[in-house]
Nanobody
Framework: QVQVVESGGDLVQAGESLRLSCTTS????????MAWFRQVAGKEREGISC????????VYDSSVEGRFAISRDNDKNTLYLEMNSLKSSDAAIYYC?????????????????????WGQGAQVSDSS
């Protein structure tokens, strides 16, 4: 069973930075593209960033591009999301997903295309 554990969520003010982490088990981490999703209460979960198996060619949703950076350490089976210049609209629960392919397909934003069970997520809250 493929499992993930997200961490690093916190209470932040607008303009601050935060780094989220995601560790995986039950899968050959380096063989799969990985993605970050987020969900606000009452709204659907949405993909915000994806990274290829080897850490190249990151892609971002327009809402976070230029402010967030996705990266991975295949030796540690860990995915990261560096979030800078945070806005109130970034407040959400953040989840990571293991994709079934090694690259980020056009459908990467869809939360249905992942291998793992959803973790508890990392809560990012706005303290402004």
């Amino acid at each position: 069973q493929v499992q993930v554990v997200e961490s690093g969520g916190d209470l932040v003010q607008a303009g601050e930075s935060l780094r989220l982490s995601c560790t995986t088990s039950g899968v050959r981490f380096g063989d799969h593209a990985m993605a970050w999703f987020r969900q606000v209460a009452g709204k659907e979960r949405e993909g915000i960033s994806c990274i290829k198996d080897d850490g190249s060619i990151p892609v971002y949703d327009s809402s976070v591009e230029g402010r967030f950076a996705i990266s991975r350490d295949n030796d540690k089976n860990t995915l990261y999301l560096e979030m800078n210049s945070l806005k109130s609209s970034d407040a959400a629960i953040y989840y990571c997903g293991v994709l079934s392919v090694y690259f980020c397909p056009n459908r990467w934003r869809r939360p249905t295309g992942i291998l793992n069970s959803w973790g508890q997520g990392a809560q990012v809250s706005d303290s402004s």
